[in-house]
């Protein structure tokens, strides 16, 4: 089954907003196998939008729509879309209630453009929206079926659930055949080169390798007939050869993240870990913390951004500090080794680089970090170059330290000559 998103909004047309919206959607619509053919992002105008809708309507089974369902006058999308269909729009009295009632619980007055919520083109059901006042809307139009849905994101996800009961009752969804695996702290091109021969040998698989700092996804997709058993057989043995290649490199064929996984492994093993950071800021402590329980085993973390903090909080040794600089191998060993003893962590990790995009020198160039580890046996210190932006470094840095501790977790001696 096909589909399609558009995503409405200037502001999405501008660097300060991303379209994450299609992302939440096509995950979604893959895990029941509906394949989104293709995305589009318009800015809020009319013609742009009715011109988008004609060619997604014609060629999908499937289109939505996502934000200008507001109150405001640049908020024109179910205008539009009505005008597009031929539609008149008619003020529901059921939902002018809901928003009267809405507004009355939070103690505002409700003002007159709000009532612009509650226009339906006709034989358009409402969806409803139980953290935001403008309501979803459902079509159908020839073969396809249309959804509106509000921008912000906490009002756009919990509503995918009544999106896919609706696709469910008025088209055949078929299984989804597709499979993930994640790997870290491997290079694209080093991950496609090792298992491109491999998949390309399966043509009615689909393979897609998605790269993001530190992580590279694998998506696996049957695009053949929907035959079960030579899908589920196929998909089994190639993601079979997949994770014999990868080795220690994949952590998970889940939707899990390293965090997560990582996180998994330490409280079941019982072990905690502390951390150290300079030129990431606090960011790793921050991942970490992202998932619920971490106190289970996250110690806690100090950001020693200047020299001085390094000495007094995770006792590096202001001689080695002048001798070799923050950014230094010494440096990460120390800031690593210290953090554990003086939190009682099991594991140190530490961070000290230079993410830029200033500050660089050609013996120290922008991307130089140092990764320390430690536990009780000893103290390891990693050197890397990574590319990208300051927050593309940042990112890698942390995650490379995290796929550090995971693979000591798991006892992987041949990590630092990988």
Known sequence: MRAEIIAVGTELLTPSRLDTNSLFITRRFNESGIRVMRKFVVGDRGEEIRRTLGTALHDSEVVILTGGLGPTHDDITREVVAEALGLQLELDPTLVSGLKARFQRAGFKITENNFRQAMVPEGAEPIENPNGSAPGLFLREGKALLFLLPGPPRELEPMMDQVMELVGKHKQITQAFQRRLKVASQAESVVDSAIGPIYTSYPQ???????????????????????????????????????????????????????????????KSGKSVATAESCTGGLMGKILTDVPGSSDYFRGGVVCYSNN?????????????????????????QMACGIRERTGADFGLSVTGIAGPEGGSPEKPVGLVFIGFSDDQETKVRKERFPGTREAIRMRACRHALDWLRRALLKSPNWLTS
């Open 309 to 333: 903090l390094k000495v007094d909080l995770v006792g590096v040794d202001r001689e080695v500090l002048e001798r070799f600089g923050a950014v230094s191998e010494s440096v990460a060993r």
């Open 205 to 267: 698989i689909e393979t897609t390798i998605l790269s993001s700092p530190g992580i590279i996804e694998l998506f696996l997709y049957w695009v053949g007939e929907a035959d079960q058993g030579l899908a589920e057989s196929q998909l089994e043995e190639l993601q079979s050869r997949l994770v014999e290649k990868l080795g220690e490199s994949l952590f998970t064929d889940q939707e899990e993240s390293l965090e997560e996984v990582v996180g998994g492994i330490l409280r």
